[in-house]
T-cell receptor, first 111, second 114 residues
Framework: GQQVMQIPQYQHVQEGEDFTTYCNSSTTLSNIQWYKQRPGGHPVFLIQLVKSGEVKKQKRLTFQFGEAKKNSSLHITATQTTDVGTYFC???????????FGAGTQVVVTP | DADVTQTPRNRITKTGKRIMLECSQTKGHDRMYWYRQDPGLGLRLIYYSFDVKDINKGEISDGYSVSRQAQAKFSLSLESAIPNQTALYFC?????????????FGPGTRLLVL
């Protein structure tokens, strides 16, 4: 089964609105990465979070790593049509020995 | 990333046929991975290789085999293709590290098994 859970699976957003997607693990993670896959494209690395409670921003995207290092979130402000795609989180812990991807959140933006 | 290439980009085959998907990289990375993507299931790891002499099964390796011919090449074979192997297949690479290395994905191969 999936060791890294993402919710929601699907997000329909009006252009200009904000939204948040969440990533959860029952295991304490060493770090978490976020990737974006545009429609018809391949996953592309966005960012990595390593420290408990860490917050990083990329323009309108804000990434947060939970205090317990078991969850993470991606918040997008003032959504644009360029934000369309599927966002994956991927967690790492030594016991897994490899990156575990969540199922992704597919984001659709309507003008 | 043009540094990771996959061939073919699209493939239609029939049930029972053996096919090979190829991945090449010019990034000089030691680690290579094969994933399949299905709607709603995200990226599932099929096989991975941490160097030329190292091959490991992922979570869904049944019905697949791999070959790491060189540091730069990692091939995925479907021994006897079946319709539920219809999916989008990605190759990825990463540097050697302690879990913080980024994965770089190829453009994908879309496979249809009839």
């Amino acid at each position: 089964g999936q060791q890294v859970m993402q919710i929601p699976q699907y997000q329909h957003v009006q252009e200009g609105e904000d939204f948040t997607t969440y990533c959860n693990s029952s295991t304490t993670l060493s770090n978490i990465q976020w990737y974006k896959q545009r429609p018809g494209g391949h996953p592309v690395f966005l960012i990595q979070l390593v420290k408990s409670g860490e917050v990083k921003k990329q323009k309108r995207l804000t990434f947060q790593f939970g205090e317990a290092k078991k969850n993470s979130s991606l918040h997008i402000t003032a959504t644009q049509t360029t934000d369309v795609g599927t966002y994956f989180c991927a967690g790492w812990t030594d016991s897994w020995g490899k990156l575990q991807f969540g199922a992704g959140t597919q984001v659709v933006v309507t003008p | 990333d043009a540094d990771v290439t996959q061939t073919p980009r699209n493939r239609i085959t029939k049930t029972g046929k053996r096919i090979m998907l190829e991945c090449s990289q010019t990034k000089g990375h030691d680690r290579m991975y094969w994933y399949r993507q299905d709607p709603g299931l995200g990226l599932r790891l099929i096989y991975y290789s941490f160097d030329v002499k190292d091959i490991n099964k992922g979570e869904i390796s049944d019905g697949y085999s791999v070959s790491r011919q060189a540091q730069a090449k990692f091939s995925l074979s479907l021994e006897s293709a079946i319709p539920n192997q219809t999916a989008l297949y990605f190759c990825a690479t990463s540097e050697r590290g302690q879990g913080r290395e980024t994965q770089y994905f190829g453009p994908g191969t879309r496979l249809l098994v009839l």
